[in-house]
Structures are given as structure tokens and as C-alpha cells.
């Protein structure tokens, strides 16, 4: 897959294609283990860092992860998050000998002006359950303030006021995430999947530890490749 020859306007017609494939009914609730997905990357450079990690659900114990690089000259652009980086995360992707039954990734899914944040970029490419946990909002409208105690939520709404999606308070008095369906997932169901995999920290244990580990990979600490973990380490 090479998005490096796309122009924004074929980009986004893409997306609008791609959108009409998604899902918002829940795959399934028989969930055993869930990934984590992210990438890294130097400064002024075109390599891309990617790792998946993958954790029992719902102890959150480390079964495996993934590394893998690719190259890209698509710029980084609000909104077109997953033609930079879903490359990079479908190799680290294919080489996982089982698949997560979900995926979490660090950034939008349908909470987006086109419905295809890089959560449901990912998820209708290989056809899985994925769930968006980004930092910040890109696309949407709360219904209410944001309560300061752990675990307060909102909904968000679209131009239509459709729900698509939650702000979630992750620790008192911290910045909350951003919480939203990729692909075959509800609104409701992924807000009560990620809330499983809140710990101490601001970010969900998934795609936090993803960070770590692409970040060491990217850093020489850790080499690409498909790692087997001891299933008795835990994350926190």
C-alpha cells in the first residue's frame, strides 16, 4: 500500500469509500485479549516506527508485541492521520500469528468530520474491532462539561446529533481522553472496553504501552520482529 502518491482530494474521496464499509454494531463481547497500536518517529525523517501490543483482556497482561518499519512521505494533516501511519501499522499487524479479537489505537475513529478517524482507517482495511483513544478532540460536540473525578464521562455529538463517541476523565483532576468506535464496535461498547483498561495512568494501558515499546524500538532498545512475552508480566 503506497498513500505517498495521493493527492488530499483522492484522500479523501478514499474516506468516504472506506466509511461506507464501517460498522457500528459490535462484533463481539466474547473479548480475550485486546492490542494496542501505535507508531513514532524522528524528527524530519520518513521512517516510521510501528508496534502493536498485544494484552489479555481483562487482566491486561502482556502476551506479545510487534515492530516494524516502513517508509512515507505523506505530511502529517489533522484529519488524515491514517494515510502516514496505517502502512506502517498493517505490517507490524501482519506479523502477529493470532489476531487481537479488538485493537485500540492512538487517535480518532469515527470522531472525525468524514467518519474515518485512523481507528476505522484500520479496522475496515483488515475488517476487525477497533476502538480510537486520542489525546485530543479533532471532530465533534460535548453535551455537557466534563466532571474532574475519575471515571466522569460525555458524550460527543456530530452535526446531526448523532452520538460518536465519549470524553472520558481517566484520573481525577487530568486531562481526559477522547474515546470513539474504529469498526465493528458500538458507541456505548467502547467506552465500557476502554474504561476496563484504565489503570493508574492518563492513557489506557493498550495503547500506552504500545507507546513504550515503539518508542524503545525506535530508540535501538528494542529490534522489529514478532516477540512472545511471559503471560505472567504485568503493566503496572
Known sequence: MNYDIITLEQATELQNQLCQKLSGLTLSKEITTIAGADISHNKNENTVYAGIVVLSYPGLELVSYALAKAETTFPYIPGFLGFREVPALLKAWELLPVKPDVTVLDGQGITHPRRMGIASHFGVLTDTMTIGCAKNKLYGTLEKDLEEKKFSTVL?????????????????????????????????????????????????????????????????????????????????
Not at 174 to 203: Q, W, Y
Not at 222 to 232: A, E, K
Open 156 to 236: 460527543l455529538y456530530n452535526r446531526v446529533q448523532e452520538e460518536i463517541g465519549y470524553v472520558l476523565r481517566t484520573k481525577n483532576k487530568t486531562a481526559p481522553v477522547f474515546i470513539s468506535p474504529g469498526n465493528h464496535v458500538s458507541v456505548p461498547d467502547s467506552l465500557e472496553i476502554m474504561k476496563n483498561c484504565v489503570r493508574t495512568h492518563r492513557i489506557p494501558e493498550p495503547t500506552r504501552l504500545a507507546h513504550e515499546y515503539v518508542n524503545l524500538f525506535r530508540t535501538g532498545k528494542l529490534v522489529p520482529g514478532y516477540h512472545r512475552c511471559d503471560t505472567q508480566q504485568t503493566l503496572w
